[in-house]
Every structure is written in structure tokens, then in C-alpha cells.
């Protein structure tokens, strides 16, 4: 796990720790989206000290910013708090919540609209990448998505998160919410104001790639459902998607991912689901398995995948039937997370002169 470390005088070192983070509400998640961030989610819920405040979102806002069928979206919610629940998060230790339930998230981004810049937002990789080549009346050129970063500067922001864990691809994002808080800070105080400036977490799992196109990330939008293992996948869909995976012709096995990327994905699930097994890197875990063949490899690696997710899939199966379960946790989440955006909040509002 590495930090980033530039934070001497916004986060004081006696001040207590918020742990922020949040994920789309767009489905059942798949292995990539456990391994690169919610396991890493439950491992800070077990190993923080109870000092630690622990703040989880499903950003169902951020999940509109493509149009989703109304019906669609209410049952992807509740299937992903269901999940979250599954892989072992715990509502009297963690708050976990949905982001539209506080209104404080998006009253927040306004505030911050009115301070970001447009050349920055225009420069974020994410914008540039999803609107490529469009055309003007595309569905994606949105103000939403334009401002997407804005929203999740917010979302970090309102709760005074100290820390943000992230995939690699999210910390440009994060750095945008540290440039908008230090920004805000500068206006309307003396450079330690109302907000936060968050440190950066980054996830020690790369990404894991798409089993039928291993130089692409692993996605729910990707057409191909054989590319992406679910976390409710039985066993029988894990072993029969992990050997249909694309590798290569060449002889052994090693790690190359530029060179082996389909052979060196697989090398990566491993390494992750078994936590390393003793190996220090994936090279030298390639190595171990040097002269097995790559049956023998997916065939590892399929035990493996379904080590971890067997127990998430059957307690899914457990919540996702229990109605009071699930109204009693998003219940309890919006409450303890409204209380959290609330202080925040109304100091901003009181430096700008709102109050």
C-alpha cells in the first residue's frame, strides 16, 4: 500500500482518520472491481483502530450521468448493497450509504462548481477518453460526466476524508479534489480552511484485465460476458469462462504483459486471490509454474478464483432475500453519513457567507 505524503499542514498528525470511498451502483461486481478495491475496503474495516471513521458510498448520482431504465437502477442499488454486505462490510462499524439518500453531496458540488475550472475539467483523462470523436448532440457530451469530477471532488470532500483509497486510473481524480480543497481553502481562509486536503491510498492490485481481451480492463459494459467473472458466478460459469481464456501459443509460462498479456493476467488473478502464496512477485510465481501447461495454469487459477468467491456468493444469495436486512442497513448508513456531510457542510457555507 503506498501513500502519498505532502499533507503536513491539512491533515495534522493527532487528527483522527476518515476513510472515504465509493463505487457505481451499475450491477453485480466483478472480480477486478474486489481484487483492485472492495477487498481492500474490508481489510481497512478490520485492521483500522476504532478511532477510525469508515465511510462507503454507492454513488447512484454518479451512475446517471449515462441514462439508466428507472427499474434497472433501483434493482442495481439494491444489489449492491446486498454485495457490500456480502464481501464482508459491516454497517455498525463502516457507513455505508447511498450518495442520493444525502443531499449534502450534491449541494456541496454546486458550491465547488462555482470554483473549479472548466480548462481543468477539459483536461481530465476520463472526459477525453469518453468523448473522443463525438460529435455535438452525442448522449455522452453531457454536463454531468463534464462535471463528474466535481461531484466526486464532493463526495470526498463534504465527509473531511483524510484518506482515499484508488485504483491507479482514479488518482487523477483525487488529485483534482486535493487541487479544488486546497483551491477553496485558499479563498476563503488561510490555506487551512473549512476542507480537507484527503491523502491518496493507492490499491497494491493492478487492474485486472478482461479474460477475452487481456490488453483491456476488465468491465461490466464489455459485450462479451465470458470477459468478467462476477462475484455470484457459480463454479461450474468461474472454471468455464477462466479456460476459454485468451492466451497464447508460446511455450511455458511467464510473466510479460506487454508481450504475454493474456498468460500474465491469469498469472495476476492468481497472485491476488491466493494474497501471493509466498511468492514475492508475479515473476517469481511465474516462474514455480514454468514447465506446467496452461491448462494446468487455468486450471489453478479457476481454484483460486473460486476461493474467494464462494463464500461472497453464498452470503450474497443469503442478503439479497432479506428485505428488512438491507432496508435496516441503508437506513442506518444515510443517517450516520448525513450526520458526517452535515458539519462539513455548514462550514463552507458559513466561510462563503451563505449563513
Not at 483492485?36 to 478490520?46: C, I, K
Not at 463525438?134 to 466535481?150: A, D
Not at 487551512?192 to 487492474?207: D, H, Q
Not at 480492463?217 to 476459454?244: F, V, W, Y
Request: charged share 20%.
Amino acid at each position: 500500500m503506498q501513500h502519498t505524503r505532502s499533507l503536513s499542514q491539512q491533515t495534522p498528525s493527532n487528527s483522527l482518520k476518515v476513510i472515504f470511498s465509493g463505487i457505481q451502483p451499475t450491477g453485480i461486481p466483478h472480480l477486478g472491481n474486489y481484487l483492485g478495491a472492495l477487498r481492500q475496503w474490508v481489510h481497512l474495516q478490520n485492521t483500522s483502530d476504532d478511532s477510525t471513521t469508515l465511510i462507503y458510498s454507492l454513488v447512484d448520482l454518479h451512475a446517471i450521468t449515462l441514462r439508466q431504465p428507472p427499474a434497472q437502477l433501483r434493482q442495481w442499488k439494491r444489489e449492491s448493497l446486498a454485495m457490500l454486505l456480502a464481501i464482508g462490510l459491516d454497517p455498525k462499524r463502516s457507513t455505508i450509504f447511498h450518495q442520493s439518500t444525502v443531499p449534502a453531496h450534491a449541494e456541496l458540488m454546486w458550491i465547488l462548481s462555482c470554483q473549479a475550472s472548466t480548462g481543468y475539467l477539459g483536461r481530465m483523462t476520463q472526459w477525453k477518453d469518453k468523448t473522443s470523436g463525438e460529435k455535438e448532440g452525442s448522449e455522452k457530451l453531457k454536463l454531468g460526466l463534464f462535471s463528474y469530477p466535481v461531484l466526486q471532488a464532493s463526495d470526498v470532500l463534504v465527509h473531511g476524508a483524510t484518506h482515499v483509497p484508488v485504483g491507479e486510473d482514479q488518482a487523477q481524480h483525487l488529485e483534482f479534489a486535493r487541487e479544488v480543497a486546497r483551491g477553496f481553502n485558499h479563498v476563503y481562509g488561510d490555506g487551512t480552511g473549512p476542507l480537507m486536503v484527503p491523502e491518496t491510498i493507492i490499491s497494491s492490485a493492478k487492474r485486472v484485465m478482461s479474460l477475452t481481451d487481456p490488453e483491456a480492463k476488465m468491465s461490466k459494459s464489455h459485450a462479451n460476458p465470458k470477459s468478467r467473472i462476477l462475484l455470484t458466478d457459480s463454479e461450474d460459469e468461474i472454471r468455464g469462462k477462466t479456460n476459454a481464456a485468451v492466451t497464447d501459443s508460446n511455450a511455458g509460462v511467464s510473466y510479460d504483459p506487454v508481450q504475454r498479456p493474456g498468460v500474465s493476467n491469469l498469472i495476476d488473478i492468481l497472485y491476488h486471490c491466493t494474497k501471493g502464496a509466498g511468492f514475492a512477485d508475479q515473476v517469481a510465481l511465474a516462474k514455480d509454474l514454468d514447465g506446467s501447461s496452461l491448462r494446468v495454469v487455468k486450471q489453478r487459477v479457476s481454484d483460486a478464483i473460486e476461493g474467494q468467491v464462494r463464500p461472497i456468493r453464498e452470503r450474497y444469495q443469503e442478503i439479497i432475500s432479506n428485505d428488512q436486512l438491507l432496508d435496516d442497513a441503508s437506513a442506518e448508513g444515510m443517517l450516520k453519513a448525513t450526520i458526517s456531510a452535515s458539519a462539513t457542510l455548514a462550514k463552507v457555507k458559513q466561510a462563503i457567507g451563505l449563513t
